[in-house]
């Protein structure tokens, strides 16, 4: 089983819908949780973190999910600049390894 | 405020050409750096990180090496590269246990 693993998609998504993707990690020592967002040919930007109890940011929520070992991300009224690609980091406190899911494809559709 | 650099933005290189990547990082001190390749349609692998000067983790074998010979300043090298090198170079650093940033990266071609 891969460390992270994502659905790469592409998820084509019409326009103020909701839409929602999981990472699930393989390590039960893993600490810390992170969505990044990535535009085409550009470098990662940090979406938010992701906290146990769960957390919410405008129109995203991030949830985490010990026993299953999945997080998730949902993102309400979806707009046109939500088209990224959406990467799960899965970092180890014990020895700071960071992780990167290869990262879920999203397309709104106008 | 904290800015990460990287240089060149782009490169195009021949095939057993050296290769020299620089990152360096402004405004922060002591800063653990990272260097990741993310190839064409796959995740990002992290090749090397340092939690200090002189201090270096690798985390793929490869013909790839880093070195840290400032605080600031993180350097990739190859002194041959192959094609399957070619890739989107990143340099990163933690600003705390919950915030990572990106430099703009550096695009290599190897022909």
């Known amino acids: 089983r891969k460390e992270v693993e994502q659905d790469p998609g592409p998820f084509n998504v019409p326009e103020g819908a909701t839409v929602a993707f999981n990472c699930t990690y393989s390590?039960?020592?893993?600490?810390?949780f992170f969505w990044y967002r990535q535009d085409c040919r550009k470098e990662p930007k940090l979406l938010m973190s992701?906290?146990?109890s769960g957390n919410e940011d405008g129109r995203f929520t991030a949830q985490l999910n010990r026993a299953s070992q999945y997080i998730s991300l949902l993102i309400r009224d979806s707009k046109l600049s939500d088209s990224a690609t959406y990467l799960c980091?899965?970092?180890?406190?014990?020895?700071?390894?960071?992780?990167f899911g290869k990262g879920t494809r999203l397309h709104i559709l106008p | 405020s904290q800015t990460i650099h990287q240089w060149p933005a782009t490169l195009v290189q021949p095939v057993g050409s050296p290769l020299s990547l620089e990152c360096t990082v402004e405004g922060t001190s002591n800063p653990n750096l990272y260097w990741y390749r993310q190839a064409a349609g796959r995740g990002l692998q992290l090749l090397f990180y340092?939690?200090?000067?002189?201090?270096i983790s690798s985390e793929v074998p490869q013909n790839l090496s880093a070195s840290r010979p400032q605080d600031r300043q993180f350097i990739l090298s190859s002194k041959k590269l192959l094609l399957s090198d070619s890739g989107f170079y990143l340099c990163?650093?933690?600003?705390?246990?919950?915030?990572?940033?990106f430099g703009p990266g550096t695009r290599l071609t190897v022909t």
């Open positions: 390590n039960s020592a893993s600490q810390s």
């Open positions: 990163a650093w933690w600003k705390s246990s919950y915030e990572q940033y």
């Open positions: 980091v899965v970092k180890m406190n014990r020895d700071d390894k960071i992780i």
């Open positions: 992701v906290y146990s």
């Open positions: 340092s939690v200090g000067i002189g201090q």
